[in-house]
């Protein structure tokens, strides 16, 4: 998600250590969207703001700072952000140069950030894959905010992955007329998309679950916000029970050729559907 706060004007720039020692949102003119400049001004004051001070007390940084990125991390397993300030933001960009520096767009070419005219999409590196981020830079009188606080994308990636060749043996299984085995796959395709969706969110009893429990009743939670198609849920729901006849042998399978094209197609979308939303962008 991105937004531009139009017209960032710092009219202070304190030069004690014991004060806001870089330049500080005092006058937002032309806004183009309250919501993000509200986020703006809460993301500076509530973490990047102190952490420059702290770290300009012990020395760490110059001071005073001329502060043109900022990029916050969130990982899962943390309740404190990462702050990084300029050079030490990482990731990728999409952007459009300066007419005049068009022609030196080449690959390995470094590029200067006052070559830019804007930015469309920034994505993070993928060492960081797995946080949450909000990240912020400046060009000219403009702020560019990109984030995305959707946790673990790297990790959903690689249950989808499982997911997909449990749903293509499921498939196999079907053509050859093997319904057991179907339903056993698909049970273990559901299973993990479910998981995969999951997993987006910074809950460590999730990650660390050893318990097909724990994904039955949080993915239920997420059907009853609202959060999840009910035909995925119905699907995983009916899954799993059939699972101890079908492996288990428990009573006869009881189940039509048609019932299990629907529930095939439907972990199959749902699986496309986590997929869009842990997926690389850039």
């Not at 400049?37 to 420059?52: Q, V």
């Not at 479910?194 to 050893?210: E, G, M, N, T």
């Not at 035909?231 to 029970?241: A, G, I, K, P, S």
């Not at 939303?277 to 850039?282: A, D, Y």
Request: proline share 1%.
């Amino acid at each position: 998600m991105q937004y531009r706060c139009a017209n960032f004007i710092a009219t202070r720039y304190l030069q004690s250590a014991g004060e806001r020692n870089v330049r500080v949102l005092e006058a937002l003119k032309n806004m183009e969207n309250i919501f993000g400049n509200n986020l703006f001004k809460n993301l500076m004051e509530i973490w990047i703001i102190p952490s420059i001070n702290e770290r300009q007390a012990s020395g760490e940084i110059e001071n005073p700072l001329d502060l043109q990125m900022a990029q916050l991390i969130f990982k899962s397993d943390e309740l404190k952000a990462q702050v990084r300030i300029n050079g030490e933001v990482k990731g990728k960009m999409i952007v459009n140069l300066k007419n005049e520096f068009t022609s030196q767009a080449k690959e390995g070419n470094s590029v200067d950030s006052n070559h830019l005219e804007s930015i469309d999409a920034f994505e993070l590196e993928d060492s960081d894959r797995n946080c949450g981020h909000a990240t912020l830079i400046a060009i000219r009188s403009n702020w560019y905010i990109f984030y995305n606080f959707i946790y673990n994308r790297e990790e959903s990636q690689t249950h989808l992955l499982a997911a997909k060749e449990f749903l293509y043996a499921a498939e196999m299984s079907f053509q050859a007329g093997f319904f057991r085995a179907t339903i056993d796959n698909l049970v273990s395709a559901s299973e993990l998309s479910a998981k995969a969706y999951l997993l987006r969110q910074p809950d460590k009893v999730l990650v660390q679950a050893k318990s097909h429990d724990v994904i039955h009743k949080k993915i239920n939670l997420e059907r009853r916000l609202g959060n999840v198609k009910s035909e995925h849920v119905d699907t995983f729901n009916t899954l799993r029970n059939l699972r101890a006849d079908a492996r288990y042998l428990h009573s006869d399978l009881t189940i039509t050729s048609d019932n299990l094209i629907v529930m095939l197609k439907d972990v199959g979308e749902f699986i496309e559907c986590v997929n869009q939303l842990s997926e690389k962008k850039l």
